[in-house]
């Protein structure tokens, strides 16, 4: 059984920077692209970023292009985000994914199949 543990979520001022982190086990995770998709209150889960399971490979929503920049380290099973410039409009609770075809890094949350329990950021102004 594949399981995602989101961490470093907290609370911060706008302009501040925060590292989330995502620990996966029970699964072979080095072959597996990984992506982070975030949820506010009152809104759809939207997706953030995604990585190939190289690291070689990333996408991301336009919303956090040149501020948010995902990367993974396979011996640890971990993959992060780096949230710089951080706004009050990222406020929202995060959550790492797995999908169910190893090499999606796409924004479709149906493709996904595995899924953290989320940790909250929370930006204030």
């Known amino acids: 059984q594949v399981q995602l543990v989101e961490s470093g979520g907290g609370l911060v001022q706008a302009g501040d920077s925060l590292r989330l982190s995502c620990a996966v086990s029970g699964g072979t995770f080095s072959s597996y692209a990984m992506g982070w998709f975030r949820q506010a209150p009152g809104k759809e889960r939207e997706f953030v970023s995604g990585i190939s399971w190289s690291g070689a490979n990333t996408n991301y929503a336009d919303s956090v292009k040149g501020r948010f920049t995902i990367s993974r380290d396979n011996a640890k099973g971990t993959v992060y985000l780096q949230m710089n410039s951080l706004k009050p409009e990222d406020t929202a609770a995060y959550y790492c994914?797995?999908?169910?075809?190893?090499?999606?890094?796409?924004?479709?949350?149906?493709?996904?199949?595995?899924w953290g329990q989320g940790t909250q950021v929370t930006v204030s102004s």
């Open positions: 994914a797995a999908p169910r075809n190893s090499y999606y890094i796409g924004d479709d949350y149906a493709a996904y199949n595995y």
